[in-house]
């Protein structure tokens, strides 16, 4: 497709399981962002990739979290022994410049919504 | 402190009528950019507007137009003669030239849920 592709769209965790969610950004797009989304709340950045190598991870909340681009396109973030605070939207982004343009338009994939329960 | 602050978490207007939707902005930087985004209920955020800090110049799209003073830090967003398929939540967001959130990387505010009902 022509835009960014996330999945699965939802999914149902127990709490301890590890979790693992896809992104397959834009065809080209060098760079990739992922951002966590609480309910009623505003994205917040999780981590950043430049092509295959994160540049970014200073926004994951704790080394449960883990997240790879190993050939510069479809990117996975993994979270481990997963716990109830982590329930949120995950979203991805795609964008065509690299780090340092300042220009920031991003495009978002429709997100993953994790339940831990 | 928060950098992107949105004060209205939900507005209700009835259609045809104007709203707008405030948003001020922190940061030391004096290159950045501001944006717009809309999130529909399907989830996927919509890039609506980009402007960056030299240029003060209100854009209007459409029935749509932003407001950006610098002098107050606002980006305020209007829309005119709104519609049903407007409501949606919107996104008010900074990107600042070495932020920590990766170069390119935006921080949001908390969003404005904005209902236009029949």
């Known amino acids: 497709g022509a835009g960014v592709s996330q999945s699965p769209r939802y999914k149902v965790a127990k709490r301890g399981q590890d979790v693992a969610l896809r992104c397959d950004p834009i065809?080209?797009?060098?760079?990739l962002f992922w951002y966590q989304q609480a309910l009623g709340q505003g994205p917040e950045f999780l981590t950043y990739?430049?092509?295959?190598?994160?540049?970014?991870k200073s926004g994951l909340p704790s080394d449960r979290f883990f997240a790879e681009r190993p050939e510069g396109s479809v990117s996975t973030l993994k979270i481990q022994r997963t716990q109830q605070e982590d329930s949120a939207v995950y979203l991805c982004?795609?964008?065509?410049?690299?780090?340092?343009?300042?220009?920031?338009?991003?495009?978002f994939g429709e997100g993953s919504r994790l339940t831990v329960l | 402190a928060q950098k992107v602050t949105q004060a209205q978490t939900e507005i209700s207007v009835v259609e045809k009528e104007d709203v707008t939707l405030d948003c001020v902005y922190e940061?030391?930087?004096?290159?950045?950019?501001l944006f717009w985004y809309k999130q529909p209920p399907s989830g996927e955020l919509v890039f609506l507007i980009r402007r960056n800090s030299f240029d003060e110049q209100n854009e209007i799209s459409g029935r749509y137009s932003w407001n950006f003073q610098k002098s107050t830090s606002s980006f305020n967003f209007t829309i005119t003669a709104s519609q049903v398929v407007d409501s949606a939540v919107y996104f008010c967001?900074?990107?600042?030239?070495?932020?920590?959130?990766?170069?390119?990387?935006?921080?949001f505010g908390k969003g404005t849920h904005l209902i236009i009902q029949p």
């Open positions: 982004a795609s964008s065509p410049r690299t780090s340092g343009s300042g220009t920031g338009e991003l495009f």
């Open positions: 967001a900074l990107s600042e030239t070495f932020s920590g959130g990766g170069a390119d990387g935006l921080t």
């Open positions: 940061t030391r930087d004096t290159t950045y950019y």
């Open positions: 065809s080209g797009h060098v760079s």
């Open positions: 990739f430049q092509n295959e190598a994160q540049l970014d």
